[in-house]
């Protein structure tokens, strides 16, 4: 299997890797199945501009990589362009990821949306109409196989 360079480079160098004791958003999704989970954690300012985000993940390389680009690519972002990020763009960002991979892109993309449902939650606001999941990721998982 053939990762890319910036694979590689996230991997051995990940970016924003940790805990923020303060956070207001924290999300962690995981996959049985392949064993990979990810926590990202977030400090969201009083403008809902991400000012801080670090993550800690248990599994392969590639769900490694994904949360470091995924992380890199939020923060300093607003929360609404923070929910944009797709997986598709996390892959790309790395220049690609094997097939068989792909589901860790899913995953760190899931994990910001977590991150942010959770955000929401603390401040008694609903967020399925604007994270567009209820963040019960296995329910979601066991729909998607």
Avoid: W
């Amino acid at each position: 299997m053939m990762y890319s360079e910036k694979v590689m480079d996230h991997f051995s160098n990940p970016r924003n890797v940790g805990e923020i004791a303060d956070a207001n958003a924290v999300g962690q999704v995981g996959n049985a199945k392949c064993g990979d989970i990810m926590k990202i954690y977030m400090k969201i300012d009083e403008n809902e501009v991400i000012e801080d985000v670090k993550f800690k993940t248990f599994g392969c390389g590639a769900a490694v990589a994904t949360s470091s680009m995924a992380t890199e690519m939020v923060k300093g972002k607003t929360v609404k362009e923070a929910l944009a990020l797709t997986n598709q763009a996390v892959a790309e960002a790395l220049d690609g990821l094997p097939p068989v991979k792909m589901h860790c892109s899913v995953l760190a993309e899931e994990a910001v949306k977590a991150a942010i449902g959770d955000y929401y939650t603390r401040q008694g606001v609903d967020p399925e109409p604007i994270v567009g999941c209820n963040l019960d990721c296995e329910a979601c998982h066991r729909t998607h196989e």
